[in-house]
């Protein structure tokens, strides 16, 4: 993918663009198109977002940078910023690596399914 996409553009401009595209979307289409088509962005979206945070979650744990300021030991006084929870960067590294095998497995599997599915 190209590494300048999306442009380095100003955030209002970025958003204009896209009510443009909308206004211009909207023209030909009847409602019930709008919506699907609607639907399907929101969809893409979600979907963008949705990987985008798991990204997120797993290079935090990585980093080991994953504050939760609402939890009992912070609001009992104890630091975010200490590591007194027992679990050592090796084990967080460990969990987080059985997590991205189990992914794999699950991807691996509807991608199986997808194909039986397919030669039917």
Do not use: C
Request: overall charge negative; aromatic content about 6%.
């Amino acid at each position: 993918m190209l590494n300048n996409f999306p442009p380095n553009i100003h955030p209002t401009t970025y958003n204009l663009i896209a009510v443009a595209i909308g206004l211009v979307l909207v023209g030909d289409l009847s409602a019930n198109e709008q919506n699907s088509l609607g639907n399907w962005f929101m969809l893409l979206g979600q979907y963008l977002d949705t990987n985008a945070a798991q990204q997120q979650l797993i290079e935090s744990r990585l980093e080991n940078s994953n504050i939760n300021i609402n939890s009992h030991k912070h609001k009992n006084g104890g630091s975010p910023f200490t590591s007194d929870n027992n679990k050592s960067n090796q084990n967080q590294r460990m969990e987080v690596e059985f997590l991205l095998d189990a992914i794999d497995k699950i991807y691996q599997e509807l991608n199986n399914i997808k194909e039986q599915i397919n030669e039917d």
